[in-house]
């Protein structure tokens, strides 16, 4: 494909059985037009688990205007990182170039299409839900451009970049303790429980719990991996956060070739590595990593799980920014310092690494050097 192509994904062979191929090609001239992922309208007309996604076009297409910013979501490239693995077979698929500076614009996106759909969201509805901010900010675009209002809750370990920027989308923002269990009424799910009982109207798509997270994934991030690598995709490695991304996205590659390894990377502390409860505690790494097995995420999809202490992800998000010149956040380090270790013990997998968000929400952290000495953390 050239710049400005468009075309359609291949589907695995349960997907390609259940579509009727003239609907998907007569569909295609409208992915054209409004290349929305996840569109109402197409999500209409398609059948089956393409309904939100025909097909897909570079982010630049001759001719097309997008109608609002959701269509502009995904579509991301993927980049060589031959400066930080020379022998060239990984690259990273850089989520940061989504509108909204992250992977999670996907979900939001799908979330709400269903959510409207199975009428759980109605017209001037409030959608609220516990986000460590880039969900937030995802739900905020789609909201914006809707005509919903958006109230979130956020753990106060999350930056004040991040808190600012949910609130310059027009969203509410209440702040929690950090170190609360989730069943704790203080905690940022239990507050955001709260506010849904409380608020005629409320929805919230609960990423922790909501199929069309990883759905998402398998719609739009596993099929545009496998379109940019021609198939030649040998390994995938994935930060774990609610899972929706390794599972979707996982699943679709799999269904596609079981050969391909899935590699879940893991902060330390997190529930995913620990070998028991004591081991599991805070870290600084920020999206990735919880402290219960969310439902999203299809434990089954993982080949193999990483744990990435935070020292090598905040050195190894530092050493994208300064030889690669991609500046994203922390947990993109953490999958990039995971995907160097594998993709120099198998040098004959392409292996894709994804790079959830930016580096602009963590300027006062992992690239402040202030920060990162009183942490405990070199500075080079
Ligand atoms: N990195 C960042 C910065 C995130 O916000 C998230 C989402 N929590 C992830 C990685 C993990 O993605 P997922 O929830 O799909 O596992």
């Not at 004040?160 to 069943?183: C, F, M, N, W």
């Not at 799910?189 to 109207?201: D, E, H, L, M, S």
């Not at 690239?367 to 500075?379: A, K, L, Q, S, T």
Request: proline share 7%; charged share 20%.
């Amino acid at each position: 494909m050239h710049a400005g192509q468009c075309g359609p994904h291949p589907a695995p062979d349960s997907v390609a059985r259940t579509a009727e191929p003239n609907t998907i090609t007569a569909t295609l001239k409208t992915t054209v037009v409004h290349a929305s992922l996840a569109s109402r309208d197409m999500a209409a007309s398609l059948p089956g688990a393409l309904n939100s996604r025909a097909g897909w076009c570079t982010r630049y297409t001759p001719g097309v205007i997008y109608e609002n910013v959701i269509d502009v979501i995904g579509r991301t490239p993927l980049v060589r990182l031959s400066r930080i693995h020379p022998p060239g077979n990984l690259v990273a698929k850089v989520e940061y170039l989504n509108p909204g500076g992250s992977i999670k614009e996907r979900i939001a996106v799908t979330m709400i299409d269903r959510a409207e759909q199975l009428g759980l969201l109605e017209p001037g509805g409030t959608i609220v839900e516990p986000t460590s901010g880039n969900t937030g900010v995802g739900l905020a675009i789609v909201a914006a451009v809707r005509g919903y209002k958006v109230i979130f809750t956020v753990p106060d370990k999350v930056s004040k970049e991040k808190q600012d920027l949910l609130r310059s989308y027009g969203a509410t923002v209440v702040i929690t303790p950090t170190e609360l269990l989730p069943e704790d009424p203080e905690s940022y799910y239990g507050v955001a429980r709260r506010i849904v009982a409380k608020t005629p109207g409320a929805y919230s798509p609960n990423q922790y719990t909501n199929p069309a997270n990883p759905e998402a994934h398998y719609l739009t991030t596993g099929p545009e991996i496998w379109d940019q690598t021609d198939g030649r995709i040998g390994a995938l490695v994935v930060g774990i956060g609610t899972g929706g991304t390794v599972t979707g996205a996982g699943r679709y590659l799999k269904e596609m070739n079981p050969e391909i390894l899935v590699i879940g990377a893991d902060p330390e502390g997190s529930i995913f590595t620990a070998l028991s409860e004591d081991q599991v505690h805070q870290y600084d790494v920020e999206g990735v990593g919880e402290d219960f097995w969310p439902e999203t995420l299809d434990p089954g999809i993982v080949d193999e799980y990483v744990m990435v202490p935070d020292a090598e992800a905040l050195a190894m998000t530092r050493r994208v920014a300064r030889e690669e010149g991609l500046l994203a956040g922390g947990s993109s380090g953490m999958a990039v310092s995971a995907a160097v270790d594998f993709a120099d013990h198998e040098p004959d997998r392409l292996t894709v690494v994804i790079l959830p968000d930016s580096g602009r929400g963590y300027l006062s952290k992992v690239f402040n050097d202030d920060w990162m000495r009183e942490h405990g953390y070199e500075v080079d």
